[in-house]
């Protein structure tokens, strides 16, 4: 019995051994397969500068032929896009071809008729090629779109300097500076105020333009001649505000006619 035992107990051992010799071989198997492998990767793509960009690159830098090709090719991939449109016009004002950026303004407004910076750009390109009524329209009409639009404002005084309409000047330019204290609005309505005659509020406004820009050399020179000037005995102080009130009362009258 002692034998029988004996023998027992060395077989319920040799299974053990073997049980567990199976289980750490199954181990191993499972460990070995589980090692990476070594793959050779695929590289990602190097993303494209879009046309967009290197145009806008090309623009700051100031190679304007380059930023002309780059901005006609960001529209030939797609036509429905104003940004492109709209810089491209802007460089081309900057190259002189006003026709040209009013080729490319009509084609942002057959697709947004709402676009107030297309109005406002023609109104710039009218004005080069002379065409003042046309500019003044323009203007106007980007006005109705946004009366907040002090450039449009500022560039309306701007033309209508140019046609000697001081006083209607005066008012678009009161406005102008209500909106921003833009060095470049206070510096044009300086230039109504002289040719109005207002002398003293023309120095104000020429030393604050220079106030919000120290380096402005236009208001500068501005300033030095209009301090040499006398003002005629009797001169009314201008009323500003009311200027601009009169203007904004005017923005509703082509609203209405609009409609």
């Not at 802007?90 to 490319?104: F, M, N, S, T, Y």
């Not at 006083?167 to 002289?194: I, P």
Request: a negative charge.
């Amino acid at each position: 019995m002692y034998r029988f035992t004996l023998v027992a107990m060395a077989i319920g051992a040799a299974a053990l051994t073997a049980g567990c010799g199976d289980k750490t071989s199954k181990t191993s198997n499972t460990n070995s397969a589980s090692l990476p492998t070594t793959t050779s990767a695929t590289p990602a793509p190097v993303p494209t500068v879009s046309h967009y960009r290197q145009a806008v690159t090309a623009w700051r830098s100031g190679d304007r032929d380059a930023a002309v090709a780059e901005f006609r090719e960001a529209i030939a991939e797609d036509s429905t896009k104003l940004p492109p449109r709209l810089n491209l016009s802007r460089v081309l004002l900057e190259q002189g071809k006003a026709k040209d950026a009013i080729g490319e303004l009509q084609q942002v407004l057959a697709l947004d008729s709402t676009s107030g910076s297309a109005f406002r750009l023609l109104g710039r390109a009218h004005d080069v090629l002379g065409q003042t009524d046309s500019a003044v329209a323009s203007y106007q009409h980007a006005i109705v779109l946004n009366d907040q639009d002090g450039w449009s404002m500022n560039n309306l005084g701007l033309v209508q300097i140019e046609r000697g309409e001081y006083a209607e000047a005066l008012k678009a330019l009161s406005r102008a500076v209500e909106l921003s204290s833009s060095a470049t609005f206070r510096n044009t309505l300086g230039v109504a105020l002289e040719h109005t005659g207002h002398y003293t509020a023309a120095v104000e406004a020429y030393k604050s333009a220079l106030s919000a820009d120290s380096g402005y050399t236009r208001a500068s020179t501005n300033l030095t001649r209009v301090s040499a000037l006398t003002e005629a005995p009797g001169t009314a102080a201008v009323d500003l505000a009311a200027q601009a009130l009169e203007f904004m009362k005017e923005i509703e009258g082509w609203k209405t006619a609009k409609n």
